[in-house]
């Protein structure tokens, strides 16, 4: 903390809390709460039960979550490969062109990502690339909307690379793929694991290009708990929204400690 009279702190801890409780925690908090009650009191939900879990860990929900699970992954791995190609590609570009390069990369996001849903609908509805009514048209939808972010780690990486690790390899006479292999992606792993991370969080979470584009043999989560909480079964909506952020969470963890131990190597 850059703050450093004790007054100074006090009033940063302060203003932390008065705008994280309200802002971020409390409506995380009455989530969790919604998804053990049984009744409303007021504002806030009341009763106590865990037989919104047994809904929320079973049948159609259980298939929902694997395949969120499923396509994040695939999404997150396609967008890692994408970006990180893409990276490398524009960091050896001039200036102008790799801004060209960000920008086009950069799109997807800068529309609402309804809109990416919209484009994908009508491009590939039609022969030869004719993927409506498949899964794979929501993989590649979640890949288009992620990959900007695995782009931008990765250039942001290399950016801070000291690229006397790569000219000692080629004063030694490694070929350029060995370098490529051997010294500059060991030393992007951890971020290509943040980058990975983040894709995946990004894609778990993923509804308004979703909901126009899933077949009904491939249904995220996010899009049946708002399926849910449109019916007003809102605390078995708050269930699977927590078992939606536990399992994003777990596997950010998990992610994490191998950034961890990348960053040791």
Not at 2 to 31: M, N
Request: with cysteine; hydrophobic share 55%; glycine share 4%.
């Amino acid at each position: 903390m850059l703050v450093h009279s004790r007054k100074g702190k006090w009033a940063t801890w302060a203003v932390f809390f008065l705008l994280f409780l309200p802002l971020f925690a409390l409506p995380l908090l009455v989530v969790l709460a919604a998804s053990f009650a049984t009744n409303w009191s007021s504002a806030l939900p009341s009763g106590f039960t865990t037989g919104h879990y047994t809904a929320a860990t079973r049948g159609a929900s259980l298939q929902a979550l694997t395949t969120s699970l499923v396509t994040a992954v695939i999404a997150s791995l396609l967008a890692l490969v994408v970006g990180t190609w893409a990276a490398l590609a524009a960091h050896a570009l001039k200036k102008r062109g790799r801004r060209v390069l960000d920008a086009l990369f950069m799109l997807p996001v800068a529309v609402p990502s309804v809109v990416v849903g919209l484009a994908i609908l009508v491009a590939f509805s039609q022969p030869p690339m004719l993927l409506n009514g498949t899964r794979w048209i929501v993989v590649l939808a979640h890949t288009v909307l992620v990959t900007a972010f695995a782009h931008q780690s990765v250039s942001a990486a290399l950016a801070r690379l000291d690229p006397a690790y790569e000219q000692a390899a080629a004063s030694l006479g490694a070929r350029p793929s060995y370098v490529l292999w051997r010294v500059r992606l060991p030393l992007l792993l951890p971020s290509l694991t943040a980058a990975a991370g983040l894709c995946f969080a990004l894609s778990m979470g993923e509804l308004s290009a979703t909901m126009m584009l899933y077949p009904p043999d491939w249904t995220p989560l996010p899009v049946q708990i708002y399926a849910a909480s449109d019916r007003g079964a809102l605390f078995i909506g708050s269930a699977l929204a927590v078992v939606l952020m536990t399992t994003t969470v777990l596997v950010l963890f998990a992610v994490s400690r191998i950034r961890t131990k990348a960053s040791y190597r």
